[in-house]
């Protein structure tokens, strides 16, 4: 990580920095004799920010989320693109969340600073700033506390104008407030790309009786815009159709608020743009009749990524799964992975585990960045040795389960090495995972005993087999540490590695082979028998018995059915494997969504990480995509038999690839 020198600036504020919920407005002007071809500035803050150069927005939502460390990061930006000759006019709006989330955390002070050596700009007393008069608190309802920041309130009484025009008046601005950095901490250059804002487009509407709903032609991220005429002090509320959300299976009766906006409407003509993203598929505006609307539209934002890879087949429905997968994945990209937009947005690394591989089968290197930078997280945010499963964030927890999935060869660490041969991520992970793993013991039968972490969970809903699971999953995790050892050439562990796979795997098959399936007690989890054979205890010989077990149970939420669907992949049942999925995705498939559910029953988020396997297993086995270079060089062994007809695209060595495949005489050959 590259340590940012802001040794020549200073952090600034208002007088006040303490109180959540502040957005405040920075002014700066300078003059230029010549616009240089690179003119790069960092910039940082907490919690967020948007600049304008000389009215031009050049940074849309700058800043990706603190850590739960001291530091946070800082944005490289060129702003010679900017510039000209001449006065130039700088101007922020930086919002303070001053409240912690699943994927961020709080300073407890507002601050804000800026450093470029090729202007001699840096942030001091000589920087302007003002509360933006506008932005005020709404009433209830207001976000769940999964949320980092607030509802956007704005009244439209109190808008002092366009601020980021360079002839705005200052009147009502001071010279900023210079604070010493005693929370803030050095700040890390952010590994990520600055967040994507699209075009504007305008909104399909249909009036209601309480206002209007637009239908956007997708989930997404987006920035409400609008146009309206008012008598004035009328209310104007701002939702999308996944502004409440209820916890899922498991938590069913909990429900979860997301952002709003709260307009209060000035006499005659209003025009708002808001910075500030909601998440869904339909905006949704309520207002007195009183309130006439001339214009809906839209901003989507995003992770700034290249979408590249396509699948297409003649089924047309496995083909919108796909689709709904890589839009599912998508839109749980942002500054971290997100399990959803819509209730946590927190970097579960359970549901970045099954997102590790779809990363590279249909995004550009940019995206990338995102997956090394959620292991990043995962390891160097560790609480102790202990892997905790959903950092960076306030709200953090240790799910065993989910840690030891992503610490396994099908899980986060494993896929991404796998796909990227990045030598550093080993490097940075083997210690950690071996301490991790330390921290188990055996009980009296030489199995592991249960780690209960904060929350011992495997997967909702009924028959999950946990002592199984665990211990398979603990297996799992020892072998793929082993191969992180011959990888870094640190073999310093394995003898404790090697004693914990001979041991546990004995047992396991000891304890729990019951003569056509694993089990603890007295029922069948296809969970469990899933990663018995993925963790290798299972052997070859045994495989049709644990098909028989994994084409008639059905306990999986789509989290662990994609560990189900790899392993009759893995056992060479990929037709079994196609089918099932089918089956089991059938409801997600056809529904109006488009993207997919937290669970088979419609129930939870209707938009999920961990439900995009589909993705995964059309690549990987359908296709039979392999590469064992890292993505230069690539082979294919298309299963015959499922489909008359594919036509996909990847990324090769930097270069596009698209292949067609035709049924001929009952098998896929390549056009």
């Not at 366009?162 to 010279?175: A, L, N």
């Not at 005693?182 to 309480?210: F, Q, R």
């Not at 072998?479 to 396991?508: P, W």
Request: with cysteine.
């Amino acid at each position: 990580m590259s340590i940012v020198d802001f040794s020549k600036a200073k952090w600034i504020w208002g007088a006040d920095n303490k109180t959540p919920d502040q957005k405040i407005v920075i002014r700066k002007k300078i003059e230029i004799d010549e616009v240089p071809e690179e003119c790069f500035a960092y910039i940082a803050c907490d919690t967020k920010f948007w600049l304008w150069i000389n009215g031009e927005l050049a940074v849309f939502e700058g800043c990706v989320f603190r850590e739960s460390v001291a530091g946070g990061y800082a944005e490289k930006v060129d702003l010679a693109p900017y510039l000209k000759k001449g006065e130039n006019t700088f101007a922020f709006l930086v919002q303070f969340y001053g409240n912690g989330g699943r994927n961020n955390t709080d300073s407890g002070e507002a601050g804000f600073i800026f450093s470029c050596d090729a202007l001699e700009l840096y942030s001091d007393e000589s920087f302007l700033v003002a509360t933006h008069p506008a932005y005020v608190k709404t009433g209830e309802p207001y976000p769940a506390y999964l949320f980092g920041g607030y509802n956007i309130g704005f009244d439209a009484h109190l808008d002092f104008g366009d601020f980021t025009e360079p002839d705005f008046p200052e009147i009502e601005f001071e010279h900023a407030t210079v604070y010493p950095n005693n929370v803030w901490g050095e700040c890390v250059l952010s590994p990520l790309p600055l967040i994507k804002l699209y075009d504007e487009e305008k909104a399909d509407y249909t009036e209601t009786e309480t206002g209007a709903v637009a239908t956007l032609p997708y989930a997404m991220c987006f920035s409400a815009i609008f146009e309206v005429e008012a008598e004035g002090g009328e209310i104007i509320d701002i939702r999308s159709d996944r502004y409440n959300v209820n916890g899922g299976p498991g938590d069913e009766f909990h429900n979860y608020n997301g952002h709003r906006i709260e307009y209060i409407c000035k006499e005659g003509k209003n025009e708002f743009w808001c910075p500030m993203y909601l998440y869904g598929e339909k905006m949704i505006v309520t207002c007195p009749d009183s309130v006439k609307i001339k214009k809906l539209a839209y901003q989507e934002s995003g992770y700034d990524t290249k979408r590249i890879g396509n699948f297409k087949t003649d089924n047309e429905i496995f083909n919108a799964l796909v689709e709904k997968s890589i839009r599912t994945l998508y839109v749980c990209m942002r500054n971290n992975f997100m399990d959803c937009p819509d209730r946590e947005r927190g970097q579960w690394i359970g549901d970045v585990s099954v997102q590790a591989p779809q990363v590279f089968f249909v995004f550009d290197d940019e995206a990338k960045k995102l997956l090394k930078k959620s292991i990043s997280d995962f390891i160097n945010l560790r609480k102790g040795d202990v892997l905790v499963g959903n950092v960076p964030g306030h709200h953090f927890s240790e799910l065993p389960s989910q840690s030891l999935v992503a610490i396994s060869k099908f899980g986060l660490l494993g896929e991404y090495y796998s796909y990227s041969l990045d030598a550093e991520m080993p490097k940075m992970a083997l210690e950690p995972v071996v301490n991790y793993l330390k921290l188990w013991s055996y009980d009296d039968r030489g199995l592991l005993t249960p780690r209960s972490g904060n929350w011992r969970w495997f997967d909702h809903l009924w028959n999950v087999d946990e002592d199984v699971l665990e211990n398979c999953l603990y297996v799992s995790a020892c072998k793929y540490a082993l191969e992180m050892a011959e990888i870094c050439g640190n073999h310093e562990f394995d003898s404790f590695l090697q004693e914990r796979i001979d041991t546990i795997s004995a047992n396991v098959e000891k304890y729990f082979w019951k003569n056509d399936h694993y089990a603890s007690g007295n029922f069948v989890d296809d969970r469990a028998n899933a990663i018995a054979m993925l963790s290798g205890i299972c052997p070859e010989e045994r495989y049709p018995a644990i098909r028989k077990v994994l084409l008639t149970v059905f306990n999986s939420t789509p989290y662990m059915e994609r560990f189900v669907l790899k392993a009759l992949c893995d056992m060479g049942y990929i037709k079994d494997a196609y089918n099932r999925m089918m089956s089991r995705y059938y409801n997600l498939a056809v529904n109006e969504n488009s993207t997919l559910w937290e669970d088979f029953f419609i129930l939870g988020t209707r938009n999920h990480a961990w439900t995009g396997c589909p993705l995964e297993i059309a690549f990987k086995y359908i296709l039979g995509f392999k590469t064992e270079d890292g993505f230069n060089s690539y082979t294919i062994d298309p299963v015959d038999g499922i489909f008359k007809e594919i036509e996909c695209s990847f990324n090769i060595a930097g270069e596009n690839v698209e292949l067609h495949l035709k049924d001929e005489d009952g098998k896929l050959t390549l056009q």
